[in-house]
């Protein structure tokens, strides 16, 4: 801690540092805002023409191999949670949903937009790659069941009926704690 504030042109040089500066980034993205210039405190919105374009190039950078492996990769290796949470919002702010649910309707010259159908494969695909650790699997499967609750998103039935085994099987969160029903239940709604 004492090096944040001693030298923080070494902490902010980090991947660990760049990573979360990334999420953080992409998340307000998902929110319709933009990332303060630096030394500037207040966040601004995003105008309304071209967000569904920022949030296709975040797809594309996140989804589109470089160097053998996608961006999303890397962030998942650096904080799968975060990510999950961050994906999370994307689908739970209804309009980078409609976004995500009928790309053809925002598509213009330079983007087209990615189907939700299309990023959770690629997520799944990569989780199945990068982890077999149950709770890996458990936090995707509570990430899987928060989403297809909401409206406009049908999931794969396989993906489904693997998520809702997996959850009925849980009784440790991530961090190994032993959970009750009532608390899965909030863990999943959450």
Do not use: M
């Amino acid at each position: 801690l004492e090096d944040v504030f001693t030298h923080p042109q070494a902490v902010e040089s980090t991947r660990i540092y760049i990573g979360y500066k990334i999420l953080w980034y992409i998340d307000l993205c998902f929110k319709g805002k933009k990332f303060p210039p630096r030394g500037e405190f207040e966040i601004q919105g995003i105008s309304e023409e071209i967000w569904p374009k920022i949030i296709y190039l975040i797809f594309n950078w996140l989804l589109l191999k470089n160097n053998e492996a996608t961006n999303i990769r890397e962030l998942f290796q650096l904080d799968l949670l975060c990510v999950l949470q961050v994906l999370k919002g994307l689908f739970e702010n209804e309009t980078t949903r409609n976004f995500i649910t009928d790309p053809g309707k925002y598509k213009s010259k330079d983007s087209y937009g990615y189907h939700y159908a299309d990023i959770l494969e690629s997520v799944t695909t990569i989780i199945s790659e990068i982890s077999k650790e149950k709770k890996v699997l458990e936090a995707y499967s509570k990430f899987i069941a928060r989403i297809s609750s909401l409206p406009g998103i049908v999931i794969n039935p396989d993906l489904s009926t693997s998520s809702a085994i997996s959850l009925a099987e849980c009784i440790y969160d991530y961090y190994g704690v032993q959970i009750d029903r009532e608390q899965q239940e909030k863990l999943i709604l959450d």
